[in-house]
C-alpha cells in the first residue's frame, strides 16, 4: 500500500470496527509501505535498516574526523545556545546511546551482524576522536553548561554497552574520556532533569570504579522521588507540564543511574524497584497513546525528538520487563508503525540523508530554541529492542494489535486504571 493511498484511508479508521471484518483495520496499517528503506521486510531488518539509515551520517563522519566539515547547522527559531560549541556532541553521543544495546549483540556472519560489526568499529573510532585534542571532531566538553546533558548520553552509552563500546577502548582513550567527564563539575545542573544529567555522569563514574561525587547521585535521586506526580508521571522539577520527558529523560536515566548504585552497594533496591514499577505504568500508558494508525499526540517541548518519547516502552522490552498487560509483539507493531509514520515522510531527511527539524517531514517552526540538528539523534533511543536478539520472541512472534487498534476494532482490552506506586 503506497503511502498516498493510507492517507486516504487513515480518516476512516474510527469507522473500521463497522464497515471492516475484525482485523482488516490493523492488517491494512501493518502492510504499509513503499519507502526509501525497503517494503514489505520484516519488521526487525526494517528497523535495523532505519536506525542505520539514522545513524550513519553521524558515526561515519565522527570516525573519519569529519563530522564538523560536513554535518548541517539547522537551527530552532530564537535559538539561544552557542551551535558549533554544543551541536556535535549531542549528535554523536545522543545517536550512539540509542545505539548502544545493537552495537552488544554479539558478532555472526549474518548481513545484520557484518553490518553491526562494522557500525561498532565506527563508533569506538568516533569515541576517540570526540576526547582526542588533536583531532578535527575533538568535541567540547569545556565550555557551555549543554556538554553536561550530551555527557551523559555518552555515559549512558557505556553504562548500555559496557563490554561492546567502554572496554574495548585503549587506555589513553578511556583516560581522555574520564578526564572530559570530571571537567563537567564546573556545571551547575539546572533544578529539573538536568540533575539526572550530572547523576549518570557520577553512576558512571562509580560503574568503572573511578572517583565520584556521591552527592551529586544523592541529589538527583531524592529530588526525582521527591518530585514524582502519580500514575506513573514524574514532574521535571517543581511545576508538572505534560511533554514527553518522562521518556526523553526521566525513567530511563533514573533508573539506570539506580541500577549502578544498587549493584556497587550505594543504594537501596528497593528504589530501584520502584523505579521499575512506575516506568512501567508510564509505559503502560504509552502503548495505549498509541493511536490505531501509528501516530501519537504532538505535544509539549522537544516534540522534535521524535521516537525517543517512547524510550520507556523500548527499554523495559529490552530488559523483559514490559507491563503484563502488554505482550513484545503489540510493541514491536506499534514502534514499526510509529517510525514508518515518522521518518518516511518527505523533509525528514535533507538530501544528503541528515534528519532535519520536525516531527514528520521538516517542520523548522515546531523546533525549541535549545534544539539544532545535533539534537535530533536523540531519536535513536526508540530503536533500543534492537538490544534483543533476532531469536527472541519480541521479533519472532506473530504480529499483535496494540491496545488501540484493538479497541477501535471492538475487541476484549484490559480496562485501565491508575496505580498508587
Given at each position: ?45 526494517y528497523q535495523v535498516n532505519l536506525l542505520h539509515r539514522i545513524a550513519r551520517p553521524v558515526v561515519e563522519n565522527m570516525s573519519k574526523g569529519t563530522l564538523k566539515k560536513n554535518m548541517p547547522l539547522e537551527k530552532g527559531p530564537g ?214 494508525d501509528g501516530t501519537y499526540p504532538a505535544l509539549g517541548r522537544s516534540m522534535t525528538y521524535r521516537t525517543a518519547a517512547f524510550q520507556p516502552l523500548v527499554q523495559l522490552a529490552l530488559q523483559h520487563q514490559l507491563p503484563e498487560a ?96
Amino acid at each position: 500500500m503506497e503511502r498516498r493511498n493510507f492517507i486516504k484511508i487513515a480518516p476512516l479508521a474510527g469507522l473500521a470496527g463497522a464497515i471492516a471484518p475484525a482485523g482488516v483495520l490493523a492488517s491494512a496499517m501493518n502492510e504499509r509501505s513503499a519507502s526509501p528503506i525497503g517494503a514489505a521486510i520484516p519488521d526487525r531488518q526494517y528497523q535495523v535498516n532505519l536506525l542505520h539509515r539514522i545513524a550513519r551520517p553521524v558515526v561515519e563522519n565522527m570516525s573519519k574526523g569529519t563530522l564538523k566539515k560536513n554535518m548541517p547547522l539547522e537551527k530552532g527559531p530564537g535559538y539561544g545556545l552557542a551551535v558549533e560549541k554544543v551541536t556535535y556532541l549531542e549528535a554523536f553521543a545522543r545517536c550512539i546511546s540509542g545505539l548502544a544495546p545493537w552495537l552488544a549483540l554479539p558478532d555472526d556472519t549474518t548481513a545484520e551482524g557484518k553490518l553491526r560489526q562494522e557500525v561498532r568499529g565506527q563508533v569506538l573510532q568516533g569515541i576517540a576522536n570526540a576526547v582526542n585534542p588533536s583531532s578535527p571532531d575533538y568535541l567540547n566538553f569545556r565550555s557551555e553548561s549543554q556538554p553536561l546533558v550530551d555527557a551523559a548520553y555518552l555515559c549512558q552509552t557505556f553504562m548500555r554497552a559496557p563490554e561492546a563500546l567502554w572496554q574495548p577502548l585503549d587506555n589513553t582513550t578511556k583516560a581522555n574520556v574520564v578526564k572530559e567527564l570530571k571537567e563537567l563539575r564546573r556545571i551547575r545542573p539546572a533544578y529539573n532533569n538536568w540533575l539526572l544529567f550530572a547523576g549518570i555522569v557520577e553512576a558512571f563514574l562509580l560503574s568503572i570504579n573511578e572517583e565520584w561525587e556521591p552527592m551529586r547521585t544523592m541529589v538527583a535521586t531524592k529530588k526525582i522521588q521527591e518530585w514524582y506526580a502519580g500514575d506513573g508521571f514524574y514532574s521535571d522539577g517543581a511545576q508538572f507540564s505534560l511533554d514527553y520527558y518522562n521518556g526523553y529523560v526521566m525513567h530511563p536515566m533514573f533508573t539506570d543511574m539506580l541500577k549502578v548504585l544498587v549493584d556497587k552497594g550505594q543504594w537501596a533496591k528497593a528504589d530501584l524497584e520502584q523505579g521499575i514499577k512506575r516506568m512501567q505504568r508510564y509505559a503502560e500508558l504509552q502503548e495505549r497513546m498509541i493511536a490505531p494508525d501509528g501516530t501519537y499526540p504532538a505535544l509539549g517541548r522537544s516534540m522534535t525528538y521524535r521516537t525517543a518519547a517512547f524510550q520507556p516502552l523500548v527499554q523495559l522490552a529490552l530488559q523483559h520487563q514490559l507491563p503484563e498487560a502488554i505482550v513484545p509483539a503489540q510493541v514491536r507493531c506499534a514502534m514499526t508503525a510509529i517510525m514508518k509514520n515518522i521518518f518516511e515522510m518527505e523533509g525528514t531527511f535533507d538530501k544528503q540523508g541528515w534528519l532535519q527539524l520536525g516531527i514528520c517531514g521538516h517542520q523548522p517552526e515546531v523546533a525549541d530554541v535549545y534544539t539544532s540538528t545535533g539534537s535530533l539523534y536523540i531519536c535513536t533511543n526508540g530503536f533500543l529492542a534492537l538490544g534483543l536478539p533476532a531469536t527472541d520472541p519480541f521479533w519472532t512472534d506473530p504480529a499483535a494489535e496494540w491496545t488501540a487498534q484493538k479497541v477501535w476494532s471492538g475487541k476484549k482490552i484490559k480496562k485501565d486504571y491508575h496505580v498508587n506506586y
